[in-house]
């Protein structure tokens, strides 16, 4: 959902645009948008753009990705909880992902390391790993979902964010927490606020009842069940919590920020 570099034709083939547009769309969407005709006309009153050529194609494929984010941020219930399941149902071994190979997965000295704390914050002290162990954590089995399309259970401890927030004084009006890691590619993403105060949106620093090994993000990963993969942020270094959008690694590519599983 959302990969909108997959998605762009090379041409102004209406027939091909409306369907592409229409593969970018959330379900709920999608189905009033098929319902109503699914056409080029609709397509262009949704969206407000002109397409003329290859160029305001894209602009009108941009525009449905971000009319799905709203959409998709509109229907969210922040009581409704991701499905949870019995250890027995834990995927072994449970698949490591990221857009390199292991072996180039960032190795981080966990007693150097600190969580860096910005922006709409009262307490904007760094935290060392000892400090949010000491932290309450609680136990999720829940599972990931990757918009490449494959998902595995798996075993997740952690402090829930919305109680580090409130510790450290953010402003939970604010529209976002936007996450830094330690990649070497600078990996970051966004997470709406609305979702960053989840009660399954959690701090994780360990799986399987283990200290979160280096696969999965040592020292901290950002679980959060509730939406796709790539929103869940592994070797965490920053957090800012901001009014201002600033985009993802992913993101910036084409895909869409909400992005719920």
């Given amino acids: 959902m959302g990969r909108l570099r997959k998605l762009l034709i090379p041409g102004v083939d209406k027939h091909l645009l409306v369907k592409d547009a229409t593969k970018a769309m959330p379900d709920l969407l999608r189905r009033r948008f098929i319902a109503g005709g699914a056409s080029f006309g609709a397509l262009t009153l949704l969206t407000g753009c002109d397409v003329l050529d290859s160029s305001s194609a894209e602009e009108m494929l941009k525009k449905v990705s971000k009319f799905n984010d709203a959409f998709q941020a509109f229907i969210f219930n922040p009581d409704a909880m991701a499905p949870t399941f019995p250890e027995s149902a834990i995927t072994k071994p449970f698949p490591f992902n990221a857009y390199y190979e292991l072996d180039d997965a960032p190795e981080i000295d966990g007693k150097d390391w600190k969580f860096e704390v910005s922006g709409l914050v009262e307490n904007k002290k760094p935290w060392t790993l000892e400090e949010l162990y000491k932290l309450p954590q609680v136990k999720q089995v829940t599972r990931h979902i990757c918009v490449e399309g494959w998902s595995a259970i798996g075993s997740w401890t952690g402090t829930p964010l919305r109680d580090f927030l409130k510790l450290v004084g953010a402003d939970t009006t604010a529209k976002y927490c936007w996450f830094q890691c330690a990649d070497r590619e600078g990996y970051n993403s966004p997470l709406d606020m609305r979702t960053a105060l989840h009660p399954q949106t959690i701090m994780a620093f360990k799986f399987g009842d283990e200290i979160l090994p280096r696969a999965y993000g040592f020292p901290m990963k950002i679980r959060v069940p509730t939406k796709l993969g790539f929103k869940n942020p592994k070797y965490?270094?920053?957090?800012?919590?901001?009014?201002?959008?600033?985009?993802?690694?992913w993101e910036d590519q084409g895909y869409n920020s909400f992005s719920g599983s």
């Fill in 236 to 249: 965490v270094v920053s957090m800012e919590v901001t009014n201002d959008y600033k985009g993802g690694y």
